[in-house]
Structure formats: C-alpha cells, structure tokens
C-alpha cells in the first residue's frame, strides 16, 4: 500500500485548496487504479491532527495568516518535529524515502525550518494570478516540465521567503527553482518561488493546486474585483481574467507540479516495494 496524507494548515478557515488537493490527489489514484493507494486528510493547525511515519507522501497545505502565530503551541512543535523526522529518515533510510510537498503557508514554514531564507512580511499582500521566472536548475526540474517560462500560478499571501541563503542552500543540497517577478514595486526583493531540498522534498511559495474555475469565480466577485481594481487598475484586472482562462498558465501549472510529484513519488516507492 501507499499511503497519502494531506497535512491542513488552514485552520478551519473557509479555502479552494484543499478542495483543489483532493481533486489532484484523486486523479492519481484513478491513473494507479492497480495499485493499492489510500488517502487521509489532518486538520493539523486546527484540530492539532498529526500524520505519523507511516505514511509515504504528505502534502502540506497552505493557509491564513502569518507563519509565525503558532510559535510555541503544540501543533506547531509536532509538524516540525514530524518534518525533521521525514529528513533524518531519508538521509539513514535510502531504500524508502517519504515523499513531501509544500504550498504556500507551508512553505513558509518549511522557511523557518531549514533555514534557507529570510521569513518576512511582503512589501504588500499579493493577490491574485502572478508570473513566476524559472532558474536554470528550474527550467530542468521534473515538477516543471513543460511549463512556459514565465509561468502563471495562483498567489495570494502576506508573507514571504526572500533573501536566499547560499550557505545553507549548499549545505542542504537544496536547489531554488523559480522567483516571483515583482510587479507592484520596483524597489522589493524577489521572493523565492520555488525551492528543492531533495530529490523527495519540495516546495512552492504559490499555489500550484488552483484551478482557473474556482479562480475565475473568485475574482468575478464584486469584493474581490474592487480589491483588484483598486491596487492594479482596471486594465490589469482584465488581463488577469483574460490570462485565467487561457490554457498555457493557470490549468496548465495546475496539471503538471503537483501532479508530476506525485507520479515521481508513486514511481520510485513502486520501485522499491519491487525490489
């Protein structure tokens, strides 16, 4: 058996993505339809619902708020404590290694974690579908083959990982992926995209999961059309609906980073039980 867990860092706030999570997720399971794969969600930042060992590809969420309001509490010293026994697992345990994505919120948290980059309040909320450039080692990564590049990709967050640590990134082995391209202010950093720790551990600072219908919807609504109009203008809310619903950004970023992880994942854990 493989087991899947998605670990909800939503805090019971009303979302799209976890939704979006389980559609993907689901999608697997009918393409391995002969194998025998389960599924369980933990409502981690809310319920204090931890995964344990046993698992073999967790999916970290994103979520609300600022990365850093768990600080102390129970929840949070369990997610790091199950992140740094999924680390030290792969390294002494080559034959099978658990698999380990992080959307947004999470990577953030998986920022402060292994400490490769600034953790920081963005200059202003980014809202919205934002382009994302792909670094050299980006362009080859499984997680974006056959994306453009530019891509597109949902992101909607308060908060950031800026400032790469070099140091730290080539002490982990760690490879970043993409950036953010800033386009409300001349002056900000760049936050990190992307971020490959290992050949089983990644994560995105943007989500991957959304679909252009529930977006499109989103942003069809009155509150969230004057929210848009209001920081970027008319002109730029139009184009952001025009791009929504052309095939090569939103549904194609949707159908190819989480959806190759989770084949890669599927493929070698199938390997291994072959062996």
């Not at 002969?34 to 981690?44: A, Q, W």
């Not at 600080?71 to 404590?81: L, R, S």
């Not at 009155?222 to 730029?236: A, F, I, L, M, S």
Request: aromatic fraction near 12%; charged fraction near 30%.
């Amino acid at each position: 058996m493989i087991k899947i867990a998605t670990i909800d860092l939503y805090n019971n706030e009303k979302n799209e993505g976890m939704r979006c999570i389980r559609e993907i997720v689901s999608d697997a399971m009918k393409r391995y339809n002969d194998l025998d794969i389960s599924y369980e969600v933990f409502e981690t930042r809310f319920k204090g619902e931890i995964p344990d060992l046993t698992k073999d590809i967790y999916i970290s969420s994103g979520g609300p708020g600022n990365p850093f309001e768990g600080e102390g509490t129970k929840w949070e010293k369990d997610y790091f404590n199950l992140i740094e026994k999924i680390w030290d697992g792969n390294q002494s345990n080559p034959d099978r290694k658990k698999y380990l994505f992080f959307i947004c919120h999470s990577f953030q948290m998986m920022g402060r974690f292994f400490k490769f980059g600034t953790v920081n309040k963005r200059h202003s909320k980014s809202f919205g579908v934002m382009p994302f450039s792909l670094t050299k080692n980006g362009k080859t990564d499984m997680i974006f083959n056959g994306l453009t590049n530019p891509f597109y990709a949902a992101d909607i967050r308060q908060f950031q990982v800026t400032e790469p640590n070099e140091k730290i990134i080539n002490e982990l082995g760690a490879k970043i992926l993409s950036f953010e391209i800033v386009d409300d202010n001349d002056s900000a950093l760049p936050a990190l995209g992307s971020l490959r720790i290992s050949n089983e551990i990644v994560g995105t600072q943007f989500h991957p999961e959304a679909d252009p219908e529930s977006m499109l919807y989103h942003f069809k609504q009155d509150e969230r059309k004057k929210q848009v109009v209001e920081k970027y203008g008319e002109e730029r809310y139009d184009h952001m609906i025009e791009v929504l619903q052309r095939p090569d950004t939103i549904r194609k970023t949707r159908e190819t980073v989480i959806p190759s992880f989770l084949n890669n994942a599927i493929k070698e854990l199938c390997k291994v039980m072959l062996r």
